[in-house]
């Protein structure tokens, strides 16, 4: 963990306190860290105490003049164009008329409503694939279930289950199953 406060900032010399953490048997080590050079330092003025000293004293002058080169503005990507449609159709006719200027509820371009058609489009179409997959799973368990019922069924579960009684137990006559006709 590292910290630093204004108090700290001493020309081109910054007091940093440094420690593993924030528990109280850490102890702070103070690191002074100096600054030797900047961007623009080295072209514009001599290698020594007293250009550095001029560099500290133009730096501001120097940060702006190397804004338009350096630095580029960056356009926020805006909306998400699913929201923009969105915000447009179905909330732009509920919010008062005072606000339908506003950025979030203008109507979105051309391009913009045939993009999220196109995805919308698509999406229905996997989920309709995905919906078809899963029934026919359904119905191939249920095709699955049917036949076991059909082939093994409740009287065959309980044949298996009932051993037929043995011929001395039952005076050399054995008991038929449900479902079997005497004899």
Known sequence: IFSCNQDNWNKNQLRVHL???DLPEDEIVD???IKTGFYGMKENY????????????NRQKDIKASMPELLKEIEAPGLNPYKQVEMYCKYRPIVPHEHH?????????????????????????FRGEL??????EIRKERIKSN??????GPEM??????????DEESGGKTQPNK?????
């Open 147 to 152: 036949l076991e019922k059909f082939t093994v």
């Open 157 to 166: 579960k309980k044949q298996k289950i009932d051993k037929p009684k043995d």
């Open 31 to 33: 690191h002074n860290s």
């Open 131 to 136: 919906n078809k997959v899963k029934a026919d």
């Open 101 to 125: 200027s506003d950025v979030f509820y203008k109507k979105p371009s051309p391009e913009v409503f045939a993009l999220v058609k196109k995805e919308k489009k698509s999406r229905k179409n």
């Open 179 to 183: 479902g079997e006709p005497a004899e």
């Open 46 to 57: 001599p290698k020594s105490a007293k250009g550095l000293k001029t560099a500290i004293a």
């Open 19 to 21: 420690r593993k953490s």
